[in-house]
């Protein structure tokens, strides 16, 4: 960019936030700081102004120079985005053919995308040798607040901040000047992130043979190498992660660790900060803008050391890189699903490998593809095949529902279990992956059932609240008191958790019961305020749904009870059966992680299915051996690649209109080793109000599916249908709805 020499460049090229595939010349702006790639700039753009990322120089362009516009303003005198990360996120632009600028948007904070400064680093002070000999009684008497703040400079006199002094008098710096003029006091560098010098790291437990094996493999590592921890659950994954992040600490390194869901943040913040003796930098779309962008910035500028947040912190800057972790890295939550579709996992593989550091993949369930890549040895695989110390694996147990009665959905010889489980002092967490009252409200004279106007799915009831819901578009209306049709009494079918907490409560009575799902942790601190009442024991019965499978802690937890396992068995999904036994076992895996030992109940109408009884007698190992030989078999992944062609609109010809001319276009393009299987609908047809399909495109070997792709995007914007209906394209696709 710039050469040394001050000459400015003829033309800057800008991403911006465009839906375009390209980037855009400009007239470099009136600055004296020379230019460089990562810096923002702001454009204008059409009628309006636009923030963008310089990316490169020209000495020439296409545009005629009547139309070549200036840029108006530099917004960065160093770069924001450095040349890795640049390169990454060039990289993910090409592979997921998505525009660039709207890549590193989805980059950057949201203050920043606007234009905003980066914060600056926080004021910071200390007491000097002459500042010891101040009799701070003395200088009370006609200086309260001045002797207040040399209180403080003498007890913490590594150095303290506005943080120290915010309870004291709100003109502390009216009194802090006088101490600086006086020499008592000393300004220091100060820095964006809290500094660890007076936190006590805790002691954790020691570790066992597999543990320490996997750290030593890790830690032994000269520049880049992907491991696949694969422990069971309640191994100690964690453990070993805070093993390796001491480790990168002693170095001066930092290490980025993603979680999938905002839900595991807070547990594991207070874990890190406690072992690690720091603060965590925190990362996901919980938090504010500011708290988010000071975050990254910490991060940027080496002052946060450890890192923790959801997918999109895969794009956080790091100054000295040391380590990169993906804990549940079979969860689908790291993909994102609308927008920008990135797999924060593969990323992360990804700028592993372009900063030359460790990446570490966690899970007790792997994803099939990083099986597939431990089989290639792309992976190396780390096992933690036991718990620690007492605790044991928990027994599995099929309760075949199919020939006796249930009350809300529970067999009695779950009940009896529960109780038995309670009254020997234990907590049990019953499982159910379908919130509301009821999935259904259904006539009991015409058989009508209440379905969404805009959806091609039933409403569901939440009696509490007195309504029925589309968990799909979010609808709602009022529940009617008798069947519009007939008149006839309408009645609530099937169980969900709230209709679950109602009867355990009844069942139960004596017991505190706490159900966490979507309807009960809207509100900011919810999860974590639930949460804790299990870990202290205060609840000792758990309900939810699919939040409780991800990574909690309950060491009490002596049965886990899965009242309905049949969800997934017949999925029209070819990840169904891997979605379910993951979750089968993530769950069960709460259950007997201390001494006491854990019991896994699970309801069934099916005890015979394979599914089934591979995960209960043989584990996740012999079921994913099985199941991976299919998939190579039949050529899905991660034996073959797939991209998705989704189309929207609310004329449904639209739809099909569009995809069908996208299949066109792809006639002359498609090799015989790439497969297109549609148009059609798809699972879902209508949502939202509006028709929904798709072509979906399968190759046997990702270059072949790539270089299809490149020449097939560019046809599709051109596409004489293209404006009638929204559309996007997926590649790796993680759900086929």
């Not at 980037?23 to 009628?47: I, K, M, S, W």
């Not at 002693?250 to 547990?267: C, H, N, W």
Request: hydrophobic letters at 40%.
């Amino acid at each position: 960019m710039s050469d040394g020499s001050g000459a400015r460049p003829a033309i800057i090229q800008v991403a911006l936030p465009a839906p375009l595939m390209r980037t855009f010349d400009y007239r470099p702006p009136e600055t004296h700081v020379p230019l460089q790639a990562g810096q923002r700039v702001r454009v204008p753009f059409g009628r309006t102004r636009k923030v963008g990322v310089i990316m490169g120089t020209a000495d020439h362009t296409s545009v005629p120079p009547k139309k070549l516009r200036a840029a108006e303003a530099l917004l960065d005198e160093q770069p924001l985005l450095d040349q890795s990360l640049r390169e990454l996120l060039a990289w993910a632009a090409h592979y997921y053919h998505y525009p660039l600028g709207e890549v590193i948007a989805a980059a950057l904070p949201a203050q920043l995308r606007k234009g905003s400064e980066l914060p600056c680093a926080a004021e910071r002070w200390r007491i000097t040798a002459a500042g010891h000999s101040v009799e701070i009684s003395a200088l009370a008497k006609r200086a309260r607040v001045q002797a207040a703040i040399m209180d403080v400079a003498h007890a913490h006199r590594q150095g303290f901040g506005r943080e120290q002094l915010a309870d004291l008098s709100g003109s502390w710096r009216k009194s802090l000047s006088p101490l600086i003029e006086q020499g008592w006091l000393e300004s220091i560098p100060g820095s964006l992130w809290p500094s660890s010098a007076e936190n006590h790291p805790l002691p954790g437990p020691s570790l066992n043979t597999h543990q320490r094996a996997a750290v030593e493999a890790i830690h032994g590592t000269k520049g880049y190498a992907a491991f696949l921890l694969d422990g069971v659950t309640g191994s100690g994954k964690t453990e070993v992660y805070l093993a390796c992040i001491k480790e990168q600490l002693a170095a001066g390194r930092q290490s980025l660790v993603l979680v999938p869901e905002i839900g595991l943040t807070p547990q594991l913040v207070m874990r890190f900060r406690e072992r690690l003796g720091l603060e965590v930098a925190v990362l996901h779309s919980g938090l504010s803008d500011g708290d988010r962008l000071l975050a990254w910035a910490a991060a940027a500028d080496g002052s946060a050391q450890v890192i923790l947040g959801t997918r999109s912190a895969v794009f956080t800057p790091l100054a000295r890189p040391g380590l990169l972790i993906v804990d549940e890295e079979h969860d689908p939550s790291l993909k994102q699903q609308d927008g920008f579709r990135y797999s924060a996992r593969d990323l992360a593989v990804s700028r592993a490998a372009r900063l030359r550091v460790p990446i570490v993949l966690g899970s007790a369930t792997p994803a099939f593809e990083s099986l597939d890549n431990v089989a290639g040895s792309r992976y190396t695989r780390l096992e933690l095949p036991h718990r620690p110390g007492a605790s044991k694996p928990p027994s599995f147990r099929l309760l075949d529902i199919s020939r006796q009665p249930t009350r809300e959905g529970l067999s009695p010889a779950l009940e009896e279990s529960i109780g038995q489980h309670l009254a020997d002092d234990g907590q049990v967490l019953v499982y159910l992956n379908r919130r509301g009252y009821a999935p259904v409200l259904m006539c009991a004279g015409c058989g009508e059932v209440a379905e969404c106007t805009r959806c091609d799915a039933r409403m569901v009831v939440h009696r509490s609240q007195g309504y029925l819901a589309c968990h799909h578009c979010g609808a709602q209306r009022a529940i009617p008191e008798n069947c519009e049709h007939c008149g006839d009494v309408l009645r609530p079918i099937g169980q969900g958790t709230e209709r679950l907490e109602t009867y355990l409560r009844e069942r139960f009575p004596e017991q505190t019961l706490v159900r966490i799902d979507r309807d009960t942790t809207r509100r900011r601190g919810e999860i974590e305020r639930r949460l804790e009442t299990v870990r202290s024991g205060e609840a000792r019965l758990l309900l939810g749904t699919q939040m409780l499978t991800k990574g909690h802690d309950f060491p009490n937890v002596t049965l886990v009870a899965i009242v309905d396992a049949d969800q997934g068995l017949f999925g029209t999904d070819f990840r169904a059966s891997e979605r379910l036994a993951q979750t089968i076992l993530q769950v069960a895996g709460r259950a007997g992680r201390a001494e006491r030992p854990g019991e896994v109940l699970i309801q069934t109408l099916y005890p015979q299915h394979p599914l089934l009884q591979a995960l209960t007698t043989e584990g996740y190992a012999a079921f994913a051996q099985t199941a991976l030989a299919e998939r190579r078999d039949s050529g899905w992944p991660p034996a073959g690649y797939l991209a998705l062609l989704r189309a929207e609109s609310t004329d449904r010809e639209a739809v099909f209109r569009f995809l069908q001319q996208a299949n066109e276009a792809a006639e002359p393009l498609a090799g015989p080793g790439v497969l297109r299987l549609g148009p059609a609908p798809a699972p879902m047809e209508k949502r939202q109000g509006r028709y929904r399909g798709q072509l979906l495109i399968r190759a046997g070997k990702r270059g072949e599916l790539q270089n299809f792709l490149g020449p097939w995007r560019g046809l599709l914007e051109g596409l004489p249908a293209a404006r009638q209906a929204r559309w996007s394209l997926d590649i790796d696709p993680v759900e086929l709805f």
